[in-house]
C-alpha cells in the first residue's frame, strides 16, 4: 500500500538559510508523482513542486527545489533563502497512477516550519 | 489566473442536520477531487469524479454522497452530520492529460470550514 512519511513534526531555520524537508514513501506501483504543499495558518493549500517518478532531473520552482532520490524512495524539498513568509505547515503527497484520471493524493503527517527573524 | 471556487467558506451546523458544499473547478480542468482535513491533521481523499463520472473512492461515509455535473461543478452533500465531521472540506481539480500523457498536479480550492455543534 501506499504510504508517504514526514519524520519532522517542527522545524526551525533562520531567515535566509536554507532547509531541508525530509520526505520517505513506499509505493509499488512504478508511475507515481510525489508533490509538496505549504498550508498557511490560514488553511489554504497552496501547490509548490511536483516531481514524476520517470522524471531523470529533479524538479525546481524558483527557491524550492525537490532532492528526489529512487533507490532510497525520498523526496526531500528544500527551500532556499528562507523568508518569514515560508512560516507554515508542509505536507508532501504521492499519487500512483499518473496516467490515470482521479487518483488520489496521500499525504504524510505534515513539517509545521518556523522561520526566525 | 483563475483558482478553484468552494462555498460556502465557512458554515455552521447542528448535530443531524444536513449540508451542501460547492466546488468549481479551474476552467478546462475536468477531473475533481474531494478531501477532508480534521483539526491537526492531514488531508483525507473522500472521492473523485472525471468527466461526471465517479473514478475514485477514499473513506467517505455512506452518509455524504456526491457528484459532478455538466459544467463540471461538484457538490458534496453530508447529511446526519456529526460532530466528528467538523473540518475543513478541500475541493481540488486538475487538468486534462498533458500531451505526455500524465496527470499532474491538483489545485485546491480555499476550503470550507464546517463546524457540526
Known amino acids: 500500500a501506499q504510504k508517504i512519511t514526514q519524520t519532522q513534526p517542527g522545524m526551525f531555520v533562520q531567515e535566509k538559510e536554507a532547509v531541508t524537508l525530509d520526505c520517505t514513501y513506499d509505493?509499488?506501483?512504478?508511475?507515481?508523482?510525489l508533490f509538496w504543499y505549504k498550508q498557511p495558518s490560514s488553511g489554504e493549500m497552496i501547490f509548490l513542486i511536483y516531481?514524476?517518478?520517470?522524471?531523470?532531473q529533479n524538479a525546481t520552482e524558483g527557491r524550492y527545489s525537490l532532492n528526489f532520490q529512487k533507490a532510497r524512495k525520498s523526496a526531500n524539498l528544500v527551500i532556499s533563502a528562507s523568508q518569514l513568509g515560508d512560516s507554515a505547515m508542509y505536507f508532501c503527497?504521492?499519487?500512483?497512477?499518473?496516467?490515470?484520471?482521479?487518483?488520489?493524493?496521500?499525504f504524510g503527517q505534515g513539517t509545521e516550519l518556523s522561520v526566525k527573524p | 489566473a483563475a483558482g478553484v471556487i468552494q462555498s460556502p467558506r465557512h458554515l455552521i451546523k447542528e448535530k443531524r442536520e444536513t449540508a451542501t458544499l460547492k466546488c468549481y473547478p479551474i476552467?478546462?480542468?475536468?477531473?475533481v477531487y474531494w478531501y477532508q482535513q480534521g483539526p491537526g491533521q492531514d488531508p483525507q481523499f473522500l472521492i473523485s469524479?472525471?468527466?461526471?463520472?465517479?473514478?475514485d473512492k477514499g473513506s467517505i461515509p455512506d452518509r455524504f454522497s456526491a457528484q459532478q455535473f455538466s459544467d463540471y461543478h461538484s457538490e458534496l452533500n453530508m447529511s446526519s452530520l456529526e460532530l466528528g465531521d467538523s473540518a475543513l472540506y478541500f475541493c481540488a481539480s486538475s487538468p486534462r492529460r498533458s500531451l505526455a500523457g500524465a496527470i499532474y498536479e491538483q489545485y485546491f480550492g480555499p476550503g470550507t470550514r464546517l463546524t457540526v455543534t
Open positions: 509505493t509499488s506501483d512504478p508511475s507515481y508523482g
Open positions: 476552467p478546462r480542468h475536468d477531473t
Open positions: 503527497a504521492m499519487r500512483e497512477g499518473i496516467y490515470n484520471q482521479g487518483g488520489k493524493l496521500i
Open positions: 469524479f472525471y468527466e461526471k463520472m465517479q473514478s
Open positions: 516531481q514524476g517518478s520517470y522524471d531523470q
